[in-house]
């Protein structure tokens, strides 16, 4: 699933608003390890241009779910 949600991301961040939608969809569908590893694989990817919007999205899940 991390790698589906890898290839999402990748072929929609020229596009803020559907990286936005689809980076939230991807936070819900993870379990927690998968979510720490797409955390950093989107700050070292697209931290450039979206990293305001990947702080968000991972902001909305509560901090017990990254333990």
Do not use: Y
């Not at 991390?2 to 936070?27: I, P």
């Not at 989107?42 to 017990?64: N, R, W, Y």
């Amino acid at each position: 699933m991390l790698d589906f949600c890898k290839d999402v991301l990748l072929k929609v961040s020229f596009n803020r608003t559907l990286f936005r939608k689809e980076l939230t969809k991807s936070v819900k569908w993870l379990n927690k390890r998968e979510r720490v590893m797409l955390r950093a694989w989107c700050l070292s990817t697209f931290g450039h241009l979206h990293g305001d919007v990947i702080i968000e999205a991972f902001k909305q899940i509560p901090v017990e779910q990254f333990s």
